[in-house]
């Protein structure tokens, strides 16, 4: 997998939690996976969008067990 080397900018207390909970030499792999997630999560916004354009919004019992699933999965 390729890497390209960016300049950010971040909020001084952020970036001091970040390298207190992964050491100084592991930042980029911090923010490559924190922005992997936050793609991850942004593609399956669209694609609930999508059915909720195909299909029409789910109705709330659905979307109780769905949460109640989603916990189960996450540990919650």
């Known amino acids: 997998m390729s890497m390209e080397k960016v300049s950010a900018t971040l909020e ?3 970036l001091d939690e970040i390298r ?3 050491g100084p030499r592991k930042v980029s792999a911090f923010l490559n ?3 992997r997630q936050k793609l991850q999560q942004a593609r399956i916004q669209e694609y609930l969008v999508e059915l909720y354009a195909e299909h029409g919004a789910p109705s709330e019992v659905t979307r109780r ?3 109640k699933r989603i916990d189960k999965v996450l540990g919650s």
């Open 12 to 14: 001084s207390e952020i």
């Open 20 to 22: 207190r909970r992964v």
């Open 33 to 35: 996976e924190a922005a």
């Open 65 to 67: 067990e769905a949460a």
